[in-house]
T-cell receptor, first 111, second 115 residues
Framework: TQLLEQSPQFLSIQEGENLTVYCNSS?????LQWYRQEPGEGPVLLVT?????EVKKLKRLTFQFGDARKDSSLHITAAQPGDTGLYLC???????????FGTGTQLKVEL | NAGVTQTPKFQVLKTGQSMTLQCAQD?????MYWYRQDPGMGLRLIYY???????DKGEVPDGYNVSRLKKQNFLLGLESAAPSQTSVYFC??????????????FGDGTRLSIL
């Protein structure tokens, strides 16, 4: 059983479209991180959200941490082919000490 | 500007063979990790090391062993390779373990196939 479930698992869209990726859990997390992984490479950290309800923006990417700190979302505005990759959420469950990764969302942005 | 370096990048083994995956980091990080990545399952923690000389099991440790004799190196061993261990293996490091705020820095992976 995965502690962090991401949806959708796959997403194929056209350049210029908007999209949202969800990361959900029944557990409370002290913080959540989002990583992006490109083919043949390891994941790279995009952002860390710490406070319930927190919203962080990274250019066209908007990250939100749920008020109850059990879920997070990533919204991309006007997607570009360079956004293509595997998006992973990850967090340390409350009371735990190991980072747990979500199931991943594979995004493909086509011209 | 190496960061985390994994060797080899690709490996093919026969069932029953043993091998060691190597990982080195040059960021003076205290904590290091080994993950495996399989389709649709994200990254699963195999073993981690909070500091030099210490190791602990993660989510999927069976069939693997690790050693952290030097701060900069973390080795992952496969005792007797099985087809179920075919996967992409990632090594990562962070300044400290457990603090969710700490980013993990990943290598580019070792693609391992067991025939």
């Amino acid at each position: 059983t995965q502690l962090l479930e991401q949806s959708p698992q796959f997403l194929s869209i056209q350049e210029g479209e908007n999209l949202t990726v969800y990361c959900n859990s029944s557990s409370v997390f002290s913080s959540l991180q989002w990583y992006r992984q490109e083919p043949g490479e390891g994941p790279v950290l995009l952002v860390t959200v710490v406070t319930g309800g927190e919203v962080k923006k990274l250019k066209r990417l908007t990250f939100q941490f749920g008020d109850a700190r059990k879920d997070s979302s990533l919204h991309i505005t006007a997607a570009q082919p360079g956004d293509t990759g595997l998006y992973l959420c990850a967090g340390v469950p409350g009371g735990g000490n190991k980072l747990t990764f979500g199931t991943g969302t594979q995004l493909k942005v086509e011209l | 500007n190496a960061g985390v370096t994994q060797t080899p990048k690709f490996q093919v083994l026969k069932t029953g063979q043993s091998m060691t995956l190597q990982c080195a980091q040059d960021m003076n990080h205290n904590s290091m990790y080994w993950y495996r990545q399989d389709p649709g399952m994200g990254l699963r923690l195999i073993y981690y090391s909070a500091s030099e000389g210490t190791t602990d099991k993660g989510e999927v440790p069976d069939g693997y062993n690790v050693s952290r004799l030097k701060k900069q190196n973390f080795l992952l061993g496969l005792e007797s390779a099985a087809p179920s261990q075919t996967s992409v293996y990632f090594c990562a490091s962070s300044y400290s373990q457990g603090a969710g705020h700490q980013p993990q820095h990943f290598g580019d992976g070792t693609r391992l196939s067991i025939l």
